[in-house]
């Protein structure tokens, strides 16, 4: 077939016409580019029809955008748009995503491929008027243009996302774009955010006040718990203050225990001492001076023990009654014996306070003071070991992050025609699938 209109089968002037098909068909002759040709004929020559429809001011055209999370399990969304009409007649419905011809490069890595089914509402899944989709992946619209009576409908869309790994990422595209043409990025950039932001959806006077109501009671309920922080930073200064006042006051105790005790020793040494020299046998009364009862009872420091230098010079002595044997005789002059010796203690000589040994009489000693444990990354004999290597994460196993912005207009003769977006109320809704009218996801009937 050539330029110009079609000439086969049914063209204008063939012999197929006659005057009841051209007066049911309401067609004219001419050179118009007006033509009619069998679907047989259609088929043999055409793949793909692009259709455009010219709308005048006897059409309304409504339209709602949003932006919604694509899972990479395929299937209808919970989104989805109500529209109602008023009055009968021809309605078109395009479901559309964003241009991303004004801001090359920041598309991002997804592709999307739209579809939606048209519904009654209420109807069940799987029951529905009409059914499209585009003619090949990656579609920028899908329309259809049915006859409708008045009555709500339900535009359910559909997303098949597909991620290619090999586009490059925003960061990277900004970054050369900034040091090579900053001005064409603010463009493109701008574009990006206008484009965008007509995936933000306006609340409604109700759920602006449902919102602002959640946002009261988060603010009080934070207000509430910073009350109870400080409550209770109050109530732990407190305890610790009362924990230190007890501590300095039990260190006091013991320090006015041990200073009575080392009082009490030292008096009971002096009267030990005192004991001692009062029971000192006497000189004979031959004997010239004190010199020579005292020769009588002087040790001999110049041996190995050395008792005059270990106690300071002054040496108990025994009574001849002390300790001493029955056969003994009487008048047998007391036998001085080294401290070190018989290995008893020195009775003369003080108790150390609790605070030599850090303890107390009570408990005694404290226990020994371990070092802390080396830590578990170090190896006895290896040294130590390093932190474990984490591979990077493969290019095809990052994360699923696929976002479309999508809209539906509808074009109407019915000045009274309206939609609205009607979303999940929670993550837990939104995760429900419908795939080609069956329910998706192991837990559904």
Same mark, same amino acid.
């Given at each position: 077939?050539?330029?110009?209109?079609?000439?086969?089968?049914?063209?204008?002037?063939?012999k197929e016409?006659?005057?009841?098909w051209?007066?049911?068909?309401?067609h004219?002759?001419?050179?118009?580019g007006?033509?009619?040709?069998?679907y047989?004929?259609?088929?043999?020559?055409?793949?793909?029809?692009?259709?455009t429809r010219?709308f005048?001011n006897?059409?309304?055209?409504?339209q709602?955008w949003t932006?919604? *999370?694509?899972?990479?399990?395929?299937?209808?969304?919970n989104?989805?748009?109500?529209?109602?009409? =008023?009055k009968a007649?021809?309605?078109?419905?395009?479901?559309?995503?964003?241009?991303?011809?004004y801001?090359?490069?920041?598309?991002?890595?997804?592709?999307?491929?739209?579809?939606?089914?048209?519904?009654? +509402?209420?109807?069940?899944s799987?029951?529905?008027?009409?059914r499209?989709?585009?003619a090949w992946?990656?579609?920028?619209?899908?329309? %259809?243009?049915?006859?409708?009576q008045?009555g709500?409908?339900?535009?359910?869309?559909?997303?098949?996302?597909?991620?290619y790994?090999?586009?490059?990422?925003?960061?990277?595209?900004?970054?050369?774009?900034?040091?090579?043409n900053?001005q064409?990025?603010r463009?493109?950039?701008?574009?990006y955010?206008?484009a965008?932001a007509?995936?933000?959806?306006?609340l409604?006077?109700?759920?602006k006040?449902k919102? +602002?109501?959640?946002k009261?009671?988060a603010?009080?309920?934070?207000?509430?718990?910073?009350?109870?922080?400080? =409550? +209770?930073?109050?109530e732990?200064?407190?305890?610790?203050?009362?924990?230190?006042?007890?501590?300095?006051?039990?260190?006091?105790?013991?320090?006015?225990?041990?200073?009575?005790?080392?009082? %009490?020793?030292?008096?009971?040494?002096?009267?030990?001492?005192v004991d001692?020299?009062?029971?000192?046998?006497?000189?004979?009364?031959?004997?010239?001076?004190?010199e020579?009862?005292?020769?009588?009872?002087?040790?001999d420091?110049e041996?190995?023990?050395?008792?005059?230098?270990?106690?300071?010079g002054?040496?108990?002595?025994?009574?001849?009654?002390?300790?001493?044997?029955?056969? %003994?005789?009487?008048?047998?002059?007391?036998s001085?014996? *080294?401290?070190?010796?018989?290995?008893?203690?020195?009775?003369?000589?003080?108790?150390?306070?609790p605070?030599?040994?850090?303890g107390?009489?009570?408990?005694?000693?404290?226990?020994p003071?371990?070092?802390?444990?080396?830590?578990?990354?170090?190896a006895d004999?290896?040294?130590p070991?390093?932190?474990p290597?984490i591979?990077?994460v493969?290019?095809?196993?990052k994360k699923?992050n696929?976002i479309?912005?999508?809209?539906?207009?509808?074009?109407?003769?019915?000045p009274?025609?309206?939609?609205k977006?009607?979303?999940?109320?929670?993550?837990?809704?939104?995760?429900?699938?419908?795939?080609?009218g069956?329910?998706a996801?192991?837990?559904?009937?």
């Amino acid at each position: 077939m050539g330029m110009g209109e079609w000439n086969g089968a049914w063209s204008d002037g063939s012999k197929e016409w006659n005057a009841y098909w051209l007066e049911k068909l309401d067609h004219r002759f001419g050179n118009d580019g007006l033509f009619w040709m069998s679907y047989d004929d259609l088929c043999k020559r055409f793949d793909l029809l692009d259709r455009t429809r010219l709308f005048d001011n006897e059409w309304t055209v409504v339209q709602s955008w949003t932006s919604v *999370s694509v899972a990479w399990v395929t299937g209808y969304l919970n989104t989805k748009f109500v529209i109602e009409i =008023k009055k009968a007649g021809p309605t078109v419905f395009v479901l559309s995503q964003l241009d991303d011809r004004y801001f090359r490069g920041l598309n991002g890595k997804y592709n999307f491929d739209l579809h939606f089914v048209l519904q009654e +509402e209420g109807a069940s899944s799987g029951d529905h008027i009409v059914r499209a989709r585009g003619a090949w992946f990656g579609n920028r619209s899908v329309s %259809a243009e049915v006859t409708l009576q008045p009555g709500k409908y339900d535009i359910v869309p559909k997303v098949v996302a597909k991620r290619y790994s090999d586009e490059p990422d925003v960061y990277d595209v900004v970054t050369k774009v900034a040091d090579r043409n900053p001005q064409k990025l603010r463009q493109i950039g701008m574009n990006y955010d206008i484009a965008n932001a007509k995936g933000t959806v306006q609340l409604s006077a109700e759920e602006k006040k449902k919102k +602002e109501e959640k946002k009261k009671a988060a603010e009080e309920k934070k207000k509430k718990e910073k009350e109870e922080a400080e =409550k +209770e930073k109050v109530e732990f200064e407190t305890w610790k203050k009362e924990k230190r006042e007890r501590e300095e006051k039990g260190k006091a105790g013991k320090e006015t225990v041990a200073g009575e005790d080392k009082k %009490a020793d030292t008096t009971q040494d002096e009267s030990k001492t005192v004991d001692t020299k009062d029971n000192e046998p006497k000189p004979a009364s031959d004997q010239p001076n004190q010199e020579a009862a005292k020769d009588t009872t002087v040790v001999d420091t110049e041996g190995p023990n050395k008792a005059e230098e270990m106690t300071g010079g002054e040496i108990p002595l025994r009574s001849k009654n002390d300790h001493a044997p029955d056969d %003994a005789p009487k008048d047998a002059p007391p036998s001085v014996k *080294s401290p070190t010796a018989t290995g008893s203690a020195l009775a003369h000589l003080t108790r150390p306070p609790p605070s030599a040994y850090g303890g107390s009489f009570a408990s005694g000693p404290p226990s020994p003071v371990l070092p802390p444990p080396r830590p578990l990354y170090f190896a006895d004999d290896a040294g130590p070991v390093p932190p474990p290597v984490i591979p990077p994460v493969p290019e095809s196993e990052k994360k699923w992050n696929a976002i479309c912005v999508l809209g539906l207009r509808v074009y109407s003769q019915d000045p009274a025609v309206s939609i609205k977006l009607v979303k999940p109320k929670d993550d837990e809704e939104g995760a429900l699938l419908d795939v080609d009218g069956a329910q998706a996801g192991a837990t559904m009937a």
